[in-house]
């Protein structure tokens, strides 16, 4: 497929003080094999050279875009108002992409026009230095059965359709701001994950998702389950998450960790963790 038939794909990448990885994560975009993108950098407010490192980059593909601090949505929604593609990308600044990602994911979605958001499975890196790679179901029903505990998708390995973003209504303020967004999509859109690891996640103990009370992480896990179970349903099959989540919810306003819900880590709930596989030593996928 030339340049001039290939589909741009944008890959939006928001920036909060990540001066220490946001040059691998930009290597491995600027090496895709795919040729046909736009990599636009939202550096919100970063307090360090970030911003600096991504425009050193000599590739005129590379847009980077500035603002005071506002926190992920904000950058979020600030990278997609400039995105020209039909096609959007995520890569967190944390994350690295495997040299082919794109072009595998373009090739799906241009063979499968039904699908509107498409995964990958993703080598998941803990500050321990401990690794699981994140294999979730890869077909839409399984996916949407999912989406009534929790999202099955890794941040930074989805693509998806211009339309079907904003048929949706783009990112909604607030935590879980990338599970209510999928919710939405499959009200319209068919959904898939590709089975082969594209993208390597970095987890980082000073995230903002790290750094939220189990309480309010909760709060906010019910009320994008709720969401999943008015708009995908069958209520017969959401009455269980929404059941562990609000029971684990009242324990916590009590002061009781019941380890429902979610792990003590308060980032991967139960669900998740049943797709979470030991591997071996770090491999480069860069």
Same mark, same amino acid.
């Given at each position: 497929?030339?340049?001039?038939?290939?589909?741009?794909?944008?890959?939006?990448?928001?920036?909060?003080?990540?001066?220490?990885?946001?040059?691998?994560?930009?290597?491995?975009?600027?090496?895709?094999?795919?040729?046909?993108?736009?990599?636009?950098?939202?550096?919100?407010?970063?307090?360090?050279?970030?911003?600096?490192?991504?425009?050193?980059?000599?590739?005129?593909?590379?847009?980077?875009?500035?603002?005071?601090?506002?926190?992920?949505?904000?950058?979020?929604?600030?990278?997609?108002?400039?995105?020209?593609?039909?096609?959007?990308?995520?890569?967190?600044?944390?994350?690295?992409?495997?040299?082919?990602?794109?072009?595998?994911?373009?090739?799906?979605?241009?063979?499968?026009?039904?699908?509107?958001?498409?995964?990958?499975?993703?080598?998941?890196?803990?500050?321990?230095?401990?690794?699981?790679?994140?294999?979730?179901?890869?077909?839409?029903?399984?996916?949407?059965?999912?989406?009534?505990?929790?999202?099955?998708?890794?941040?930074?390995?989805?693509?998806?359709?211009?339309?079907?973003?904003?048929?949706?209504?783009?990112?909604?303020?607030?935590?879980?701001?990338?599970?209510?967004?999928?919710?939405?999509?499959?009200?319209?859109?068919?959904?898939?994950?590709?089975?082969?690891?594209?993208?390597?996640?970095?987890?980082?103990?000073?995230?903002?998702?790290?750094?939220?009370?189990?309480?309010?992480? *909760?709060?906010?896990? %019910? #009320? =994008?389950?709720?969401?999943? &179970?008015?708009?995908?349903?069958?209520? +017969? $099959?959401?009455? /269980?998450?929404?059941?562990?989540?609000? *029971?684990?919810?009242? %324990? #916590? =306003?009590?002061?009781?960790? &019941?380890?429902?819900?979610?792990?003590? +880590? $308060?980032?991967? /709930?139960?669900?998740?963790?049943?797709? *979470?596989?030991?591997?071996?030593?770090?491999?480069?996928?860069?």
């Amino acid at each position: 497929m030339t340049t001039e038939r290939a589909p741009l794909v944008s890959i939006v990448m928001p920036v909060f003080n990540a001066a220490g990885t946001i040059g691998e994560a930009m290597r491995s975009l600027v090496q895709q094999t795919y040729g046909h993108l736009e990599i636009l950098v939202v550096d919100d407010g970063s307090a360090d050279e970030s911003a600096a490192i991504a425009a050193a980059f000599a590739d005129d593909r590379i847009v980077v875009i500035r603002q005071p601090h506002a926190g992920l949505v904000s950058a979020l929604r600030a990278g997609y108002a400039r995105a020209r593609g039909d096609y959007i990308a995520r890569l967190d600044a944390d994350d690295v992409a495997r040299p082919d990602r794109i072009a595998t994911q373009v090739a799906y979605l241009d063979a499968h026009p039904h699908v509107g958001l498409l995964g990958s499975h993703a080598r998941i890196v803990w500050p321990d230095g401990r690794e699981q790679v994140f294999e979730p179901p890869t077909a839409d029903q399984a996916l949407r059965r999912y989406l009534l505990w929790d999202s099955p998708f890794i941040h930074s390995s989805v693509v998806f359709r211009r339309s079907a973003y904003e048929t949706a209504g783009g990112y909604t303020p607030g935590p879980n701001e990338d599970y209510r967004l999928w919710v939405q999509i499959a009200r319209s859109w068919s959904l898939a994950v590709i089975p082969e690891v594209l993208v390597a996640h970095r987890i980082r103990l000073t995230s903002h998702s790290r750094s939220v009370s189990r309480r309010d992480a *909760l709060r906010a896990r %019910l #009320a =994008a389950q709720w969401e999943a &179970a008015r708009f995908l349903g069958p209520w +017969s $099959r959401a009455l /269980p998450a929404l059941a562990a989540t609000g *029971l684990s919810l009242g %324990l #916590a =306003a009590a002061g009781i960790d &019941a380890g429902l819900g979610l792990r003590p +880590s $308060r980032r991967w /709930p139960t669900v998740r963790s049943r797709h *979470l596989h030991d591997v071996g030593p770090t491999r480069d996928d860069g």
